[in-house]
């Protein structure tokens, strides 16, 4: 007999709520059983929400997900390869220019407190050759 799990068990183990989980039941990422009202997980449908939380803390959109999912479905695993990482480098290359903005805001917040400061201290700020 194959595995299954409730909404609860799966919310539970991952640490998300049952409203992500049928949530994600909507985008398509998931396609639980269902007897009665109450839905069904398979073993595949918990892989499937494990690796669809693994790549939203990466960055990747739903939709993203859900294509990644489609080329696993398809059985095209150079093509998923070749996929998954045009995408990875994609969001390398976007956290890596979200890391330089934070360096410049970081450097810009630790000049504007010295000068603040300064000015507590009694010293005049620091000229700077900024013209903003």
Do not use: W
Request: hydrophobic share 35%; aromatic share 8%; with cysteine.
């Amino acid at each position: 007999m194959a595995a299954s799990y409730t909404i609860s068990e799966l919310a539970q183990e991952f640490n998300v709520t049952t409203r992500t989980i049928r949530h994600y039941e909507e985008q398509g990422l998931l396609n639980p059983a269902r007897e009665g009202t109450n839905r069904v997980f398979s073993s595949r449908d918990r892989v499937r929400l494990k690796l669809a939380l693994r790549g939203k803390r990466l960055g990747f959109s739903l939709n993203d997900i859900r294509e990644l999912f489609e080329l696993y479905d398809a059985k095209d695993e150079k093509r998923q390869m070749t996929q998954f990482v045009a995408r990875l480098d994609k969001r390398r290359i976007a956290l890596e220019q979200q890391r330089e903005d934070i360096e410049i805001m970081l450097t810009e917040i630790n000049f504007f407190a010295s000068q603040c400061q300064r000015v507590m201290d009694g010293a005049p700020p620091e000229a700077t050759s900024k013209a903003d």
